[in-house]
């Protein structure tokens, strides 16, 4: 797809960059800048800057920058075509589309209308008589007609490949199945169905599109129990949340996060239409801010047994920094058979205890700061000394984790009650632990100091500057240019003497616009480098510099970079009269000389 630059600079120039982040983030004007919380990592201390006269954003905390086409980019996980065309529908303006077809598009596209495709032939699959087994399970697993039909629920054939000869027959190739994750191409060159004998649960997006699957596997046969659609174009298990379609709508004032797809069901058929599951991984950083988008308070609700716990950890570790409330429900470990505690997930509790008793236990959970200390207690031996200060131990660095001094009183006092030592004596090693923390980050930062330039390195390692002294000044002329375009007419020196690819590939596209009279800012550029790569252009055009003596500074940068550049190309020949010679020598030795 190629698009009239003149279209781009129009757009950028129609798409503020603070109105277009202010749609996603909440910003506060301080400063010269705006100031709002990441979307792109969690945190609680506002990191992420929007410069309005730049057009720029860039987050001191994960490093993200860019323009609005990369914030929408980002955002909503688009390509840089697909974000052009979004950008374009807010300011009204039609794309000016010409040349090539948009393969990724299309290939999106199509994997998107393949799933759709294959959730209706496996939703009629499971009326028809060959569904029979699978509607039988469903009965097992008191799964009714009703919520059977909400989630779209279906059955995989046994055969091996009919749902492919089903899809191929409606015009679809055995490629795109395959690209869209419902087809898989044999060792002898045949291909068959991803799914067989199971029960289908099709995944949607909180667009409403089906953009791949779950599934189970029938009680009997042999395989993975679980098993889901491999990531495509469209389906992405870091980033999906199973059931948020439907329970982003609830009108209940949390969401409840639980492991299994079954137990979504469950309890929305229970009457708790705001459950959902990530899609049989561990809650991602990206699955926390997605879900921050839709509610302020999580409860999380895992098994519980000890896997369950320990993921549970993990959760809450993950989810610290987010801008969320997180409370735990722990299910109660009802006696078995056996007299010994029962393991649970919430499909159990509620077919055996009902509705109510969860819906007692969901108003019964605890604040993660709650859990986390009776978690330990419950770990923990308190009748002799050395299980006492083990869980003291643990309970002064859970507690002086705590950000807030009024929750370190209120957990350290609990912590202390529970150890039967004084509050005043566990606070006080508490103080000591979070000193030595503060005296690791300043050894820390002072080494670091120790080394100002490594600092200044791109983060992404396949960037980083093989010559740092030409590299800093690369980026002090980008700096240059970009403040006052004029100073090109100073800029006596080529891209093909810059040590740094990136710099100077940059330097040439701003040239080249700005001799074409066109936009001469980093934004424009979305399209020609990664992620990455104009995350660090962001970083480095964004370090202070004075236009007082830019004549002077911009003779100073280029005056580094051709002595750099001088004493490369004298290496290189260093080098390669060194080869010569030992050609010449072992060439002598052949010959007996």
């Known amino acids: 797809m190629a698009i009239p630059e003149q279209f781009i600079d129009e757009l950028v120039a129609r798409s503020d960059i603070a109105d277009v982040v202010g749609e996603y983030v909440h910003l506060t004007p301080k400063g010269a800048n705006m100031w709002g919380l990441c979307p792109f990592h969690t945190e609680k201390t506002p990191s992420f800057s929007v410069n309005r006269d730049r057009q720029i954003y860039k987050c001191f905390g994960c490093g993200k920058g860019g323009g609005a086409i990369n914030f929408i980019m980002e955002m909503e996980r688009l390509s840089y075509p697909d974000a052009i065309r979004h950008l374009a529908k807010r300011a009204g303006m039609e794309v000016p589309e ?17 799933n759709k495709e294959a959730a209706r032939f496996y939703y009629n699959f499971l009326g028809s008589p060959g569904g029979g087994a699978v509607r ?23 055969e091996w490949d009919v749902l492919t000869k089903a899809l191929t027959a409606k015009g679809f190739s055995k490629m795109e199945l395959i690209d869209a994750g419902l087809s898989v191409a044999g060792k002898n060159g045949g291909v068959y169905d991803k799914f067989r004998s199971r029960l289908m649960l099709p995944v949607i997006d909180v667009r409403g599109d089906v953009v791949g699957f779950t599934s189970r596997l029938l009680p009997g046969l042999e395989g993975a129990k679980y ?8 389906f992405k298990k870091s980033q999906l949340i199973y059931a948020l379609n439907l329970a982003k709508a609830t009108k209940r004032p949390n969401l409840i996060l639980v492991e299994g797809n079954i137990d979504v069901i469950t309890l929305h058929q229970a009457g708790f239409d705001n459950v959902v599951a990530t899609m049989g991984t561990a809650l991602t950083a990206d699955h926390a801010r997605i879900l921050s988008r839709y509610t302020k308070e999580l409860v999380v609700c895992y098994d519980n047994d000890e896997a369950g716990k320990k993921s549970t950890d993990r959760v809450l570790g993950i989810l610290k ?28 509790f509620v077919k055996k205890f009902g509705p ?45 984790r705590l950000q807030s001094p009024i929750e370190r009183e209120i957990y350290g006092n609990k912590a202390a009650q529970a150890a039967g030592i004084s509050g005043a004596a566990f606070a006080q090693e508490v103080e000591r632990w979070r000193k030595g923390q503060v005296r690791q980050a300043r050894r820390k930062e002072e080494r670091r100091d120790l080394t ?112 750099e550049n001088q004493q490369r190309q004298e290496s290189k020949g260093d080098d390669a009269l060194l080869a010569l010679r030992t050609r010449r020598r072992e060439t002598m030795m052949e010959d007996g000389q």
């Open 98 to 114: 010409t040349g090539g077809s948009d393969q990724a598009r299309k290939k999106y596209r199509r994997a998107q209308e393949a």
């Open 136 to 158: 039988d399970y469903l009965v097992q697993r008191q799964i009714g007609p009703k919520f059977a039909t909400r989630f779209g629920l279906g059955a995989a054939p046994g």
């Open 227 to 234: 098993l889901n659609s491999p990531d495509t174009v469209c």
């Open 321 to 348: 920094n987010a801008d969320l409330a997180v409370r735990v429900l722990q299910l109660p470990n009802a006696p078995g058979p056996d007299g010994k505690p029962m393991k649970q997930d919430p499909d159990d």
């Open 356 to 400: 109510d008793a969860f819906e007692r236990c969901l108003n019964g959970s605890a604040g993660q700061n709650d859990y986390k200390i009776d978690t330990l207690l419950q770990r923990a031996d308190l009748s002799t000394d050395d299980g006492r200060m083990a869980f003291l131990r643990s309970a002064v660095e859970t507690v002086g």
């Open 452 to 563: 100002p330039t490594v600092s200044r390195q791109p983060k992404a390692r396949q960037l980083r500057y093989d010559n740092i002294r030409s590299g800093l000044a690369e980026e002090g002329i980008l700096r240059l240019v970009l403040m006052d375009p004029a100073l090109f007419s100073l800029a006596g020196v080529e891209p093909e003497q810059f040590s740094s690819p990136l710099l100077g590939k940059a330097f040439l596209l701003l040239r080249d616009r700005h001799e074409r009279d066109l936009s001469v800012q980093l934004p424009a550029l979305a399209g020609e480098f990664t992620s990455e790569e104009m995350s660090h252009l962001v970083e480095a055009t964004s370090q202070p510099e004075s236009m007082a003596q830019a004549g002077q500074a911009m003779a100073d940068y280029i005056k580094t970079i051709r002595t």
